[in-house]
């Protein structure tokens, strides 16, 4: 496996012809079978056999398999070949390219987790619609018997991946590096997690580190694994476009997402499907028909909502589509627009009447109006007030500071307004009373001649305390009052202004 690389189709010629062992003493010797050089040269395109000799004796001598065996051995996995117990027979069928031997690293058995196995395929920079189509894939997939293999890579590979492991179903990832490798990095969690529930699997021996080549190579083997492939999601230009035509070459069943018309990401799909070349597929259960045993791995048939008014007879809705929506219209009107004569007509009015599709009108029959319900939103903590302390009234005003708080106010700051006398509204005119004497506001003397001046009523500028609607309350300030602000004017309701 060393000594040449994957999908090297001469080596597998060679080792169709002469076995393994002999292959092997052929390139140390550098001496080929006289009749392989000869059936090479037949071939469309005659290989170099002289360079590709030297290359595989180069890369032989090189080769270690006794570290191999057993670094797979401290890794936990093993190395099966062609007529191994495990080894799938369906790889048979890729020919010349079918792989010299496989690296397994996991707990399921690869053969008959193949058995009944579908390939998910797609984009890497998958879109959330491709991603959520591969993870249902992988779901009902899994949920139905069927193994999920797939490549392990970003977008639609892991989504069907974790799917399958959602469903407690063996996956089985293709990688194209050793199985010591994990590639992409950030897959380590997945990959130790299908290990534990599925398999992972490479034709690279441990410690061989993934290329543009071998990508594209080991598309090969996640066709030829599956009984068929889906592509979820693919550019023109995509890897998941070359697994497809792996399938094709095989004779597997190929299957395409349509996805929208505006996206890129499934422009390879519907060239697919417009060539003809796979089949529109839009849930697991038509996956499984494609792939499945004929006549009993069916989809079930989806069928169009019914509605109550496919039960009526012919008559009868003829009748009810007469009936107009506003207003009104007689037995004859509405049978005349329905062309069916009266009897039929009266004989439907009384069914559908009867059935709730109308109701008499002072005109004669309409239309029922139908009650349209819409769910209830669900309450909103943001659209509900800021919870109260229960200590804190909520009719009652904010207090003003205390001495303790002015003592503490910071410097430079200009003295707080004096304690000023609560107003309150008047019963009948919406005037304002106040409670206390007015000779506690400041400058009412001033601007009013004093308080025995508005107490008399011949204070300038005031019209009495009758006149301004002043009156004396009982009631603390605390009790339905309201202290008006700092910045406010201080006058009494009705004063004349300071001159």
Same mark, same amino acid.
């Given at each position: ?437 007015? @000779?506690?506001?400041? #400058?009412? !003397? $001033? &601007? %009013? /001649? +004093? *308080?025995? @001046?508005?107490?008399? #009523?011949? !204070? $300038? &500028? %005031? /019209? +009495? *305390? ?34």
């Amino acid at each position: 496996m060393r000594a040449a690389d994957v999908g090297d189709t001469i080596m597998g010629r060679l080792v169709t012809q002469c076995g393994a062992p002999a292959a092997v003493e052929a390139i140390r010797t550098r001496t080929l079978p006289a009749g392989f050089a000869a059936q090479e040269a037949r071939q469309n395109r005659p290989p170099n056999l002289i360079a590709r000799l030297n290359a595989w004796h180069a890369r032989l001598a090189a080769a270690d398999p006794a570290a191999d065996l057993e670094a797979g051995e401290k890794l936990g996995a093993r190395l099966i070949i062609p007529g191994s117990p495990e080894w799938p027979t369906q790889l048979d069928h890729l020919g010349p390219s079918r792989p010299l031997g496989l690296w397994l690293h996991g707990t399921a058995n690869l053969r008959f987790s193949c058995l009944k196995s579908v390939a998910v395929v797609g984009a890497r920079t998958a879109t959330a619609y491709g991603v959520h189509i591969a993870a249902e894939f992988g779901v009902g997939l899994s949920e139905s018997g069927w193994t999920v293999v797939s490549g392990g890579a970003f977008g639609v590979d892991s989504a069907a991946h974790r799917g399958a492991l959602a469903a407690d179903s063996p996956t089985v990832v293709v990688l194209a590096c050793g199985v010591d490798i994990c590639y992409p990095s950030s897959h380590n969690t997945l990959f130790a997690a299908v290990r534990d529930q599925g398999m992972v699997i490479s034709e690279c021996p441990p410690g061989v580190h993934p290329t543009r080549a071998r990508f594209l190579i080991r598309n090969r083997l996640i066709a030829a694994l599956s009984r068929g492939t889906v592509v979820v999601e693919a550019a023109l230009r995509s890897g998941a476009l070359n697994t497809a035509a792996h399938a094709l070459s095989l004779n597997r069943h190929l299957g395409a997402v349509p996805g929208p018309v505006t996206s890129s990401l499934s422009a390879g799909c519907h060239r697919l499907l417009r060539e003809r070349k796979a089949v529109c597929i839009t849930s697991p259960e038509e996956m499984i028909e494609l792939v499945g045993v004929i006549g009993d791995d069916l989809a079930p048939h989806s069928r169009a909502p019914a509605v109550p008014r496919d039960k009526l007879n012919e008559s009868t809705r003829k009748v009810l589509d007469a009936i107009p929506a506003r207003g009104g219209a007689g037995p004859a009107s509405i049978a005349v627009s329905a062309g069916v004569s009266l009897d039929a007509t009266l004989s439907a009015l009384g069914g559908l009447a009867a059935a709730g599709y109308i109701e008499r009108a002072p005109d004669g029959w309409r239309l029922r109006k139908q009650a349209t319900t819409y769910p209830k939103a669900p309450e909103s903590a943001a659209l509900e007030p800021p919870p109260i302390a229960e200590d804190t009234d909520p009719t009652q005003d904010p207090p003003f500071p205390d001495d303790d708080d002015l003592a503490r106010r910071e410097p430079n700051l200009p003295d707080p307004l004096p304690d000023l006398p609560a107003w309150t509204t008047g019963p009948s005119n919406g005037t304002h009373h106040q409670q206390g004497t007015l @000779a506690d506001l400041p #400058g009412a !003397g $001033a &601007g %009013c /001649g +004093g *308080a025995e @001046a508005v107490s008399s #009523g011949t !204070g $300038a &500028g %005031c /019209g +009495g *305390a009758d006149e301004a609607g002043l009156s004396r309350e009982e009631s603390r300030p605390d009790e339905g009052t309201h202290p008006p602000s700092r910045g406010a004017d201080r006058r009494a309701p009705g004063a004349a202004p300071e001159r």
